[in-house]
């Protein structure tokens, strides 16, 4: 039921009135999870850096950049688009050719970054899996897991994995509002001892 839903979602979405470019390999949902998925890394080896240099740290964060005053540069998967379709681009068409991971790996960082990106983002992923299947399973963490499993960057990109600023926001949100927990829980089990001593007083 929920797969009929996003197929006709993406049919009303997409405005295409042929089933049978829906469902074309090259053109509609399969075209999308099997080719656009994969077509952002091939891109991104043929053109880093033939066409343009290797982008290094500059697209990690603007802000960031702009503190430690190194020169800024658009993330891969924007360069990549702007390199095959600046028309679309410069009309207000085009966007973003996200992929795997691994493509902005190599768009950042070449063979180097090819290499290592698996891996480190394995221990990544691995990491925040573990923690929250040790800690209890409170609400709180649930809604966590859940948010970090949706917002998962595999297929959007390596940078994210370096510094992500929604994830350092929810990251503090979520230790303030574990800590006012606690501090609210201490006040009332002191609050309770309060009134357990001047009842044992009065009875006395």
Known sequence: MSLLFLVVYYFLISKINDLFVLFNYNSGIIGRIILTQSAGTYLSFDIFPTHIDYIGFNSISKFLNGIFGIPYSERSARLIM???NPKGVYAG???VINSLFIAEAWAN???VGAIIAPFYVGMVIQAIFMF???MPKT???LGLFTYFSYRSYVTG???DYLYNAGNFVIIILFIMIYFSGLALKQMRVKRYETNDLSLSSTSR
């Open 132 to 134: 929250f299947i040790k």
């Open 82 to 84: 702007e390199y095959v």
């Open 93 to 95: 068409q085009a966007g």
């Open 157 to 159: 990109g390596f940078n």
């Open 139 to 141: 609400p709180l963490l």
């Open 109 to 111: 960082f070449g063979l």
